[in-house]
């Protein structure tokens, strides 16, 4: 059969703010959809797979490609943000030829199977959680024209009627699923600036699934239920390897939740690195309660170059509330360490969350600017369905108020979906703008970041990002 895989338009979904969206957002590889992609390909069923935001498509452009392909399945992986664009395209396909089986999947769908599919007639199929096994038999029952009653992890209708089957536990072992389907995707496109290397190409890996900790403002749980699973290490070190070979990649992001969640395996990945004499460099995601000195010594040597931490709050009581396990010490720490061993550091800050208010935003601005850190991205806490926060938000939990359900404005950017005690929802887009200017607007961080992008590009940057901090938003 013939399978179009798309990765919805993103950006756009950010209006006015989408130059400080691209700018703060670098590409990052489709990494579900090129395993979704490769299992289909195992099977033997011709894939395109297309990754909208990367190749610049608008919705249009994907549905002109959908009919030039002329599949017999498209498949639509959403988020909440993008789940407007993911309609729209899942909406066009059944005007132009009802007979496409349509699916869904993804975290949005996986958060909210049954209300996402009663308020979509144009979703044939929704597949909740992990896509991989359930994806292998439901194309198999879709050749044989077989039922989909004992597929576990799915969503159908029948008979006017939307039949949800029981869900699929997590897949137990993740080193049997096919490796991702990279030559499928223009990966040239995927560019990066990396420290010490300036713009190249990079690509995105994991070496794990699932997540132990209870961030309230995270759906990952909801994703990935269960403990974490981890891939063999020399099987993560072959795929290093062989995309290093065949694409001539050097530079890889690891999506891993919290990549030195496992000190043994970091330190066991970094010796297989070191053993196979690899010249690559890599970043990941972080905590700070999941490092020391020595581990980032040792990542450094592997051709660590950048890690980047959720610092979300610099106010200790807020971050208990929103279940985050880490302090501010731990923080400063972390950033100090990796600022001796000049492994560059990014971190994340949200404002909005529960109990917040004027006094504890300004904290936090206060704590950020502290750190010897140089690159930060602030976004307005929004509570995505799956998470706890979503949960909370409509129970009033520490003074929030949920002011809308409409998806589309469910974004980071320039746009608030809750309010809580003395802050308003134009307060807290006006605090974003503010944390930026006073974060970035320092003269070392200026000089910084012209020279890690290269003074031309970061220049165009600054001014695409300045542009969009200095316009206020429209209606």
Not at 140 to 147: D, L, P, R, T, V
């Amino acid at each position: 059969m013939k399978i179009f895989l798309v990765n919805p338009p993103f950006i756009e979904a950010y209006g006015q703010y989408k130059a400080a969206a691209k700018v703060g957002a670098q590409p990052q590889m489709p990494l579900g959809l090129a395993y979704i992609a490769a299992t289909f390909e195992k099977m033997g069923h011709e894939v395109v797979l297309i990754d909208s935001d990367v190749e610049e498509m608008s919705v249009n452009d994907v549905i002109e490609s959908i009919k030039n392909f002329a599949p017999n399945i498209v498949g639509v992986s959403s988020t909440t943000p993008i789940y407007n664009s993911a309609s729209m395209i899942l909406e066009s396909v059944k005007k132009y030829n009802p007979e496409i089986v349509t699916i869904l999947g993804g975290n949005h769908m996986t958060a909210l199977p049954q209300k996402t599919m009663e308020e979509n007639s144009s979703i044939d199929i929704g597949v909740v959680g992990e896509g991989e096994e359930t994806v292998e038999e439901l194309l198999s029952a879709i050749e044989k024209n077989k039922s989909f009653e004992k597929i576990k992890g799915i969503l159908y209708r029948k008979d006017s009627k939307i039949v949800s089957n029981e869900r699929r536990g997590a897949i137990k072992e993740i080193d049997e699923i096919p490796l991702p389907a990279r030559h499928l995707l223009k990966t040239e496109k995927y560019k990066w600036s990396v420290p010490d290397k300036g713009i190249v190409t990079v690509t995105s890996i994991t070496s794990q699934r699932g997540c132990p900790f209870k961030c309230i403002f995270c759906g990952v749980n909801t994703m990935f239920p269960g403990a974490t699973r981890y891939r063999d290490i020399s099987k993560v070190v072959d795929e290093l390897e062989d995309v290093n070979k065949k694409f001539k990649i050097d530079h890889f992001m690891f999506c891993d939740d919290t990549l030195t969640l496992n000190k043994n395996k970091v330190i066991e990945m970094c010796d297989e690195i070191a053993k196979r004499k690899l010249k690559i460099t890599f970043e990941g995601y972080t905590r700070a309660n999941t490092i020391t000195k020595e581990l980032l010594i040792t990542l450094k040597k592997a051709g660590l170059v950048r890690l980047s931490f959720g610092i979300e709050s610099g106010n200790p009581e807020i971050l208990k509330a929103i279940k985050k396990g880490i302090t501010t010490d731990e923080l400063k720490r972390a950033y100090e360490w990796c600022d001796e061993l000049s492994i560059e550091t990014r971190g994340s800050l949200m404002i909005g969350h529960p109990f917040e208010t004027k006094e504890t935003v300004d904290e936090s601005m206060k704590f950020v600017n502290s750190l010897k850190c140089y690159q930060m991205y602030v976004n307005v806490t929004t509570p995505y369905p799956g998470s706890e926060l979503y949960d909370l938000a409509k129970e009033n939990y520490g003074g929030l108020k949920l002011l809308t359900e409409d998806w589309k404005e469910y974004r980071r950017y320039g746009n608030a979906v809750m309010e809580m005690n003395d802050l308003s929802a134009d307060n807290l887009i006006e605090l974003q703008q503010k944390a930026y200017k006073k974060f970035y607007f320092r003269p070392h961080i200026i000089w910084y970041n012209l020279k890690r992008a290269g003074l031309k590009a970061g220049f165009v940057n600054s001014l695409a990002f300045m542009k969009t901090m200095f316009t206020k938003k429209r209606n």
